[in-house]
């Protein structure tokens, strides 16, 4: 028998096999990344998750180890993707052992030349619920608030950072809402297509005796959001100021000044999420509250940012 054809048969068949292995961790790891809700952390970290699948698409026995992340932050990320595990069904995939990584990031990130294509869905990650026009519209004016922060400063000197498309497949970073998500928390990059991929919460959970359940962010809210998740793909670090854009957290208030009728008092402005999507009555002394305000930025994120895109532009 010529030894040729028996080898020319063999290799395939061994390649196929690992393929096949590979193509069902992606599969495994895809539907447990749809279902992660990443924790807030203030650096990255890699995630090895060890599991099987059982007999009708149920994942069990899972090991799950982080790097990148210590204490608290390590245990938080461990319990985020054990939960995801748990709700995660992958009924197409055969039984057996499977192995994949994740990665949640916090800190700054680049992914290609300025402009970049942002997309922001109409329909909620979890649930399908069409989002509110107002909400798709507070998102798209996070990348257009960013986009005239940075060019104004700039005196018109650089490209504007971000433009809007309505193709997700085109995006370079697609905003991924959803009803029940950790507010200002990690992002992901997708394995697949190399997106970025920045979690945000559409909805806040209201204890009420006769109306509890998920009511919508204000759509302030959401762009404070958006704006917290795309300061990241400028390249800026998080800020321990909560009254900063880049702080991973609600801001208990924001102390500005307004003149009224000539005269210039000090008003405790309280941010949003803090109140509830603008909604409450909030007193602090003699100073007056509302409920209202944008975050800030320093002069150095924004010499920063105009830097980092000015030398990261499209060449024409």
């Known amino acids: 028998m010529p030894v040729a054809p028996v080898l020319a048969q063999s290799v395939p068949q061994a390649n196929l096999a690992v393929s096949s292995s590979q193509s069902v961790a992606v599969q495994v790891r895809e539907r447990v990344a749809d279902n992660w809700r990443m924790p807030k ?5 890699r995630v090895t998750v060890r599991t099987e699948v059982l007999t009708g698409g149920s994942l069990g026995k899972a090991q799950i180890s982080v790097e990148g992340a210590t204490g608290q932050a390590a245990d938080d990320i461990a319990a985020s993707v054990q939960k995801a595990i748990a709700g995660t069904t ?44 107002t909400s798709v519209t507070a998102l798209e004016q996070a990348a257009l608030k960013w986009n005239g922060a940075v060019v104004g400063y700039a005196e018109g000197k650089v490209t504007n950072p971000f ?82 854009v880049l702080y991973a957290g609600p801001s208990t208030s924001i102390l500005s000044h307004k003149t009224d009728l000539g005269s210039t008092r000090d008003y405790q402005v309280y941010d949003r999420l803090s109140l509830g999507g603008g909604q409450g009555s909030l007193t602090s002394g003699g100073i007056q509250p509302e409920s209202q305000g944008d975050r800030t930025l320093t002069n150095y994120q924004l010499i920063d940012a105009g830097d980092w895109v000015r030398n990261h532009t499209c060449a024409r």
């Open 41 to 45: 952390l203030t650096s990255d970290a």
């Open 163 to 244: 433009v809007i498309t309505s193709d997700p497949k085109a995006a370079d970073i697609r905003f991924v809402v959803f009803q029940d998500h950790p507010d200002y928390s990690s992002y992901r990059i997708d394995e697949q297509t190399g997106q970025v991929l920045l979690p945000v919460p559409a909805k806040q959970e209201v204890a009420a005796l006769f109306s509890a359940g998920y009511r919508w962010w204000s759509p302030e809210v959401l762009t404070q959001e958006g704006m917290f998740q795309l300061g990241r793909l400028l390249n800026l670090s998080l800020s321990d100021q909560q009254t900063n």
């Open 90 to 133: 992958v009924a197409s995939a055969p039984t057996g052992p499977v192995q994949f990584t994740l990665r949640a990031r916090s800190s700054p990130y680049f992914k290609s030349c300025f402009p970049l294509k942002v997309y922001v869905p109409n329909r909620l990650q979890d649930s399908g619920e069409v989002l509110p026009a």
